[in-house]
């Protein structure tokens, strides 16, 4: 059996993982909207980033922040609407890691985007 230590505050907990019992999300999950609006402002973010074959980071591009208005989705406090705001911390940086990394765009969106979740859920594959 596997522990691991949970920090709360200054304290830390142990808690033992068992392997068999697992939480995926799935549609009808209590957090799948959220999950979906951060594959959502993954995707936006990645297709905002332009390919630039020559960039060289300056201190500037480790201080921009970009903010992507997602789709809202409802809570489950009765039928509130909340606004879900998405926010991408240096996004020239994070592009020329997975560049230098080997890394593609398409590859990153295949494992973070929501077409991998939606192939799922259309598949009936959760």
Do not use: W
């Not at 522990?3 to 830390?12: D, E, L, Q, T, V």
């Not at 808690?15 to 959502?40: C, Y």
């Not at 489950?76 to 926010?87: E, G, Y």
Request: proline share 6%; aromatic share 14%; net charge positive.
């Amino acid at each position: 059996m596997k522990y691991n230590a949970i920090i709360y505050g200054n304290k830390s907990k142990s808690v033992k993982e068992n392997p068999t019992t697992r939480n995926f999300i799935h549609p009808a999950h209590h957090n799948f909207n959220m999950v979906f609006n951060i594959m959502l402002g993954i995707k936006m973010s990645v297709d905002c980033n332009l390919d630039l074959p020559m960039f060289t980071p300056t201190d500037k591009d480790y201080k921009i922040k970009c903010e992507f208005g997602v789709a809202p989705y409802k809570t489950d406090n009765s039928d509130l609407v909340k606004a879900c705001t998405f926010f991408d911390y240096a996004p020239k940086i994070f592009a020329s890691i997975r560049k230098f990394s080997g890394v593609s765009k398409e590859q990153y969106l295949e494992s973070l985007g929501p077409e991998k979740i939606l192939s799922y859920i259309f598949k009936s594959n959760f």
